[in-house]
Nanobody, 126 residues
Framework: QVQLVDSGGGSVQAGGSLRLSCAVS????????IGWFRQALGKEREGVAV????????YYADSVKGRFTISQDNTNHTVDLQMNSLKPEDTAMYYC???????????????????WGQGTQVTVSS
């Protein structure tokens, strides 16, 4: 079992920054991918950024490349998402999730993830 607690959401104006944090506990060794997903009202959940924990390789959705940075702290078992140059279309509930299997492709697909945090709201106003 893996437990995830995500935090750090809030309300900012367009162009601002926020940093989300995911605290991972339990069987952390089985967490091969940890990442961030989001779901806006009326839309499907989508992958934002994930990191393959053993090589530390990040993957980003095209919509956030160059603006968001995912990082992991193996000592404290946290995965953070630094979000800069936020846009109103980034408004959503953001969820941390982890997966226990290696993927050949599509690491940003939500259905591949086994454990989820409770979510943290990000609101960007224009």
């Amino acid at each position: 079992q893996v437990q995830l607690v995500d935090s750090g959401g809030g309300s900012v104006q367009a162009g601002g920054s926020l940093r989300l944090s995911c605290a991972v506990s339990g069987n952390t060794a089985s967490s091969l991918y940890i990442g961030w997903f989001r779901q806006a009202l009326g839309k499907e959940r989508e992958g934002v950024a994930v990191i393959a924990t053993r090589p530390g390789t990040p993957y980003y959705a095209d919509s956030v490349k160059g603006r968001f940075t995912i990082s992991q702290d193996n000592t404290n078992h946290t995965v953070d998402l630094q979000m800069n140059s936020l846009k109103p279309e980034d408004t959503a509930m953001y969820y941390c999730a982890c997966a226990r299997a290696y993927f050949l492709n599509s690491p940003l697909t939500p259905s591949k993830y086994n454990y989820w945090g409770q979510g943290t709201q990000v609101t960007v106003s224009s």
